[in-house]
């Protein structure tokens, strides 16, 4: 069992820039990757950025450039840091993490989400 918990959504204007804080707790041994999603009204969720535990990472053409994913395996917590921030990035973001158990079996993991508002 993975518990993730995300952090540092908030009301930003356009241009300016957010941090996104996830802290996993529990079977965190067993975590595979770690990425960001988003979800705004009326969309579907869409994948932002994942990072592997070997520190590959995967963004979205509309982020790339100004979002960039990190770890840091001693705070057991993912960042996502987020420039030049767009209205259109205004969304619900959630934290993932993906986890293998024993041999062959794999299970997505999922926080809450938190808000981001981006305003013109």
């Known amino acids: 069992q993975v518990q993730l918990v995300e952090s540092g959504g908030g009301l930003v204007q356009a241009g300016g820039s957010l941090r996104l804080s996830c802290a996993a707790s529990g079977s965190i041994f067993s975590i595979l990757a770690m990425g960001w999603y988003r979800r705004a009204p009326g969309k579907q969720r869409e994948l932002v950025a994942t990072?592997?535990?070997?520190?590959?990472?995967n963004y979205a053409d509309s982020v790339k450039g100004r979002f960039t994913i990190s770890r840091d395996n001693d705070k057991n917590t993912v960042y996502l840091q987020m420039n030049s921030l767009k209205p259109e990035d205004t969304a619900v973001y959630y934290c993932n993490a993906y986890s293998e158990y024993g041999s062959s079996r794999y299970r997505d993991s999922w926080g809450q989400g938190t808000q981001v508002t981006v305003s013109s």
């Open positions: 990072i592997s535990s070997g520190r590959a990472t």
